[in-house]
């Protein structure tokens, strides 16, 4: 048995009491917590302790959606105009890197992006990848990169009929069995789907049937942009949810991403069926979308979650984002600061509930060993009413200087421990040059 003891901290729990406890530790007994607290001084021989220096020890944070494919497209600017809409978006960027994506791509783009996840304090992530010139094997690819880092995972791949017919369900069936057969709680499995707009009746039929023999939820896009309604209205005369529904897709267990463009009465679907909902304010922006009506969906009792969709690994940033986009967009300085902290740190959790057998995302004994001390050290009172100013406008602007992800310490000084992060980012350098020649 490993253990360790962070000692000397301002630990934020956010136990069921939000316990907010200054110079204390936190005792940890290979991947799990064992104590937090006023722990004294030679009750435990521990194998390694950590000084926090008065700083915040809290729980590592969680990504509800992430596309660790896209790390290589960072500084990239697709051939020809600029696309006008999202469907360009889609067509002339995110399809054409996908599609030229190989093996070593896959592997290389999600082992930093879950570096950088890990030094921004985020312990879990919930991805959905497609790589269509390599799908067969690709999650395998995308799981070593996060054993090899430390963090937790949950993966799919996104079937879409805009290459082959039904690609990719072969790959979320593989995976989706072998999660289940492992019992190893680091890395699970959702059944990936893109959105309705690319997706087929005997595609969305097919994979149905083998998401409910397996237990298994899903993971889709929905209602991100006018194109994915329009068209599902066009071919169906559905609705976004009516047409899920159909085939049995809503459940606790399935993420629909966006929902940018659901009526009222899809709002109270999601909730019917409580089913989850994940927002990427900044991705939105960064697409030049509407807004998510959030606020309208927590007043309806829908859990909701927060992700980047891709845009960086660091969580902090998207909440802070969500409320100032909250706010511009309804013109109100007094909505939505409690509600995105709220959300990043304890819908998130709830969703991870759902999703794994290990609880997290709170210090307190038998929680997951995810833990995180960013560098700073409150220099204003910091208690319960305090504390979401503080992540907002001071955490959000430093640096993690620990990660301990299941026990491990995997962050130590800012730095990756027993990652040559200097081979790794010269090796991702010549991937992306390799990766952008081939997109025309």
Known sequence: MSSLLIKNGFVVTLNDNNDMLENASVYIEDDKIAEVGQ???????????????????????????????????????????????????????????????????????????????????????????????????????????????????????????????????????????????????????LFGLHALMTLSTPTLDKCSDIAHTLGAGFHVHVAEAEVDVQVTFERYQ?????????????????????????????????KTTDSILVNNPESNMNNGLSVTPILEMLSRGVLVGIGTDGMSSHMISQARAMYLLQRTYRRDPRVAFAEAAEILLKNNRTICDRLFTEPRGALAPGYLADVIIPEYVPFTPLNPNTFYGHLLFGLSFARVGTTVARGNVIVENGHMVGIDEEAIRAKSVERAQKLWSKIH
């Open 39 to 189: 722990i004294p001084e030679g009750k435990y021989n521990p194998d390694r302790v950590i000084d926090a220096g008065g700083n915040i020890v809290m729980p590592g944070l969680i990504n509800a959606h992430h596309h660790l494919y896209s790390t290589f497209a960072r500084g990239f600017s697709p051939p020809g105009e600029p696309a006008r809409n999202f469907k360009e978006i889609l067509e002339r960027l995110w399809w054409k890197l996908d599609l030229a994506l190989d093996a070593d791509d896959v592997y290389y783009s999600a082992l930093m992006a879950v570096m950088h996840a890990a030094r921004a304090g985020c312990t879990t992530i919930i991805d959905h990848h497609a790589s269509p010139s390599c799908s067969e094997g690709s999650l395998d690819l995308i799981e070593k990169a996060f054993r090899e880092v430390g963090l937790n995972g949950c993966l799919c791949y996104e079937v879409s009929d805009r290459n082959e017919k039904g690609e990719g369900i072969a790959e979320n069936e593989r995976f989706i069995k072998k999660c289940k057969a492992s019992n190893d709680d680091q890395i699970t499995a």
């Open 238 to 270: 559905r609705r976004i949810m009516d047409r899920f529904l159909d085939f049995g897709i809503p459940s606790p267990q399935t993420i629909f991403v966006h929902g940018i463009h659901f009526e009222a009465r899809e709002m109270d679907l999601l």
